[in-house]
């Protein structure tokens, strides 16, 4: 995504959807306007994920994680024109997601279609390497649950060795979602383009 220079300025302006300056550290619930379970989805990209999963279910309160701020003004723009109020944005790196939330905060991770990083050298980016994992299961309530879909084969069975090595269950598995596509499968960004392309979409739903 071509870069903004008012993306800052842009996103600053929309404080009380976007967290910039990590305001709402240690405190995400004081970010909604009332109490619900919060669910995080970490790499939100354009949003069209969290904001329809939020207009499907008023009940929960969504947090989008994404680092990039030129990615972050579109989910943004789609907050505002929605008025969802049970959406937030954390303009964040996912590796701080422990010095941001507090343990056993959080009801539910998503993950949808993460940067694979094929080198070996850079597994440890993987947003379902052990590391991650640990932070996910020290954020969540007992028995919890990561929700991951990607076309990524390579990286579907490195989250698939990595979650099994860290002990998670297998609660469901589609290898080839949109064979039969369940009614309440979200088709995010990537999944669109990829599918158009003839990708099989991976999915799994796992618990510590
Ligand atoms: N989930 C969206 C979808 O399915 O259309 C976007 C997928 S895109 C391949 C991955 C997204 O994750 C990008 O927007 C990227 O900026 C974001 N991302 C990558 N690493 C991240 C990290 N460490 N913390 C937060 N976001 C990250």
Redesign the pocket.
């Known amino acids: 995504?071509r870069n903004k220079p008012w993306a800052i300025d842009y996103l600053e302006s929309n404080n009380h959807i976007v967290d910039v300056n990590n305001t709402y550290s240690k405190r995400i619930k004081e970010f909604f306007s009332e109490d619900r379970p919060v669910h995080i989805?970490?790499?939100?990209?354009?949003?069209?994920?969290v904001t329809t999963l939020a207009q499907n279910n008023p009940d929960i309160n969504y947090v989008g994680?994404?680092?990039?701020k030129n990615?972050m003004i579109r989910v943004t723009e789609k907050v505002v024109e929605l008025g969802l109020t049970n959406v937030r944005l954390l303009l964040?790196?996912?590796?701080?997601l422990m010095e941001y939330f507090n343990e056993g905060e959080i009801d539910k991770v998503y993950?949808?279609?993460?940067?694979?990083w094929p080198k070996t050298r850079h597994a440890k980016?993987r947003?379902t390497h052990k590391n991650f994992l640990t932070s996910y299961k020290q954020l969540l309530k007992e028995g919890s649950l990561v929700e991951f879909?990607t076309d990524n084969r390579g990286l579907f069975e490195f989250s698939l060795m990595s979650m099994n090595a860290f002990g998670m269950k297998f609660e469901n598995l589609n290898l080839d979602v949109h064979d039969d596509e369940p009614k309440e499968n979200i088709r995010?960004?990537?999944?669109?383009?990829f599918s158009q392309r003839g990708h099989k979409i991976y999915w799994i739903q796992a618990s510590f």
């Open positions: 995504m989805e970490v790499g939100t990209g354009m949003g069209t994920f994680i994404e680092i990039d990615v964040l790196d996912a590796n701080k993950l949808n279609f993460s940067d694979p980016r947003l879909k995010t960004e990537y999944e669109e383009k």
